[in-house]
Structures are given as structure tokens and as C-alpha cells.
């Protein structure tokens, strides 16, 4: 394989680097230095590469959903899946290894708390909202009628943002993490069963 253009590397190392300072140091108190240190490039490669800090904030909030849809994408592109397998996938998606690790935990919570006040990372969060309704609505929708599939996928996305918000904030968060996936999972089981046992009435 071609290697990546120098570009791609460095503002790779700058966002890796991005989600290193927020762990350690918090978005506030992350900055230019604390980056272009970590990344051991120069402060100016930021300004040059993404327009200064906010540009490279961005930069990494997109770079956790592209890992979201691509972790997404390697549970169901060419595979033969079942409506309900995946929803599962869905559900497996949000909890990767790289979502729920340390850096990336971090990060998504102090993008949380910002996209209130920066109008970027409210957009971004709003994609992120609107890409996960989406996907469950799609299979939801081959289950289950319209209006209850709807409901379903509002549903579905509130228990997997709450529960992963709950296990990232936990003391034990991989513990955690195992069972928020299982607790998503027998949500979508047992939201398909009442709707069919609705059905025999």
C-alpha cells in the first residue's frame, strides 16, 4: 500500500495528540503548546494545517465519527444480517474498544459540555444525533410499523447515549461498558417481542 501523503500523517499525530492533552489536561486547558508537544511538531503545523485550535477541536470531534461509522461499517458492509443483528451491530458500534477508552471517554465529554457554547461542535453533535436515529430507524423500520419504529429508535438512542454517559462516568467503566451493551440489546429484544405480542391481540 501507498504511504500517506506527509499532511495526512501530521494532522493525524496532531488530532492523536488532541485526544491525549484532553485526557490529561481537560479541553480548557488544553492548548496549542500542550498539543504540539505532545504531537513533537511545531505550534505552528496547527494554524497551518487546521486554522488554529477550534479548527483542530473539530477536527477531532470528526475524527470520533468517522471512527463511529467506520466501526459501523466493518460490522455490516457485505454481510447477510437480519434486521435485529443489525441493530445489535449498532449497539456494538457505539461500544468499541476506541469509544470507550480513555482519551476518547474524555474527549466526548468535554465536547459535550462545549457544543453548548460552540456553535461547531453543536453542529457536529447534532450529525452524530441525527446518524445514530437514523441507522436504528432504518432497521427498526423493516420490524416494526412506522410510528412505533420511530418511537423505538428515539428510545434506543436515549438508552445507548445514557448508558454509555453512565459507564464512562463510572468508577468501574469497563465493567460497565460490557453490561450497558447487553442492556441496549434486551432493550431492542424486548421492544420487538411486546410489539408482537401486541399484534396477537
Known amino acids: 500500500m501507498p504511504r500517506p501523503p506527509m499532511k495526512a ?8 495528540a488532541t485526544l491525549i ?7 480548557h486547558h488544553t492548548t496549542i503548546n500542550t498539543i504540539s508537544d505532545l ?24 475524527h470520533l465519527l468517522d471512527e463511529l461509522k ?8 457485505g454481510k447477510n444480517l437480519t434486521s435485529i443483528e443489525r441493530l445489535f ?5 457505539n461500544f468499541t474498544e476506541f469509544q ?3 482519551p476518547a471517554t474524555k474527549t466526548w465529554l468535554s465536547f459535550w459540555s462545549q457544543a453548548v457554547h460552540e456553535p461547531g461542535l453543536a453542529r457536529l453533535q447534532h450529525i452524530n444525533n441525527q446518524r445514530l436515529y437514523s441507522n436504528l430507524l432504518f432497521s427498526f423500520k423493516q420490524l416494526l410499523p412506522e410510528s412505533e419504529a420511530i418511537t423505538a429508535s428515539k428510545q434506543t438512542a436515549a438508552m445507548i447515549d445514557g448508558f454509555w454517559l453512565r459507564s464512562a462516568l463510572s468508577a468501574y467503566p469497563e465493567k460497565e461498558f ?24
Open 89 to 93: 451491530m449498532i449497539v456494538e458500534a
Open 70 to 77: 467506520l466501526a459501523l461499517l466493518s460490522r455490516t458492509s
Open 100 to 102: 470507550r477508552s480513555t
Open 39 to 62: 504531537a513533537g511538531t511545531s505550534s505552528g503545523l496547527i494554524s497551518h494545517y487546521f486554522g488554529g485550535k477550534q479548527g483542530l477541536i473539530e477536527a477531532t470531534l470528526k
Open 21 to 27: 492533552s484532553v485526557e490529561r489536561h481537560g479541553l
Open 9 to 16: 500523517v501530521r494532522q493525524q499525530q496532531l488530532i492523536d
Open 178 to 201: 460490557e453490561q450497558a451493551q447487553l442492556l441496549c440489546k434486551a432493550f431492542i429484544e424486548a421492544v420487538i417481542i411486546q410489539y408482537g405480542e401486541h399484534q396477537c391481540h
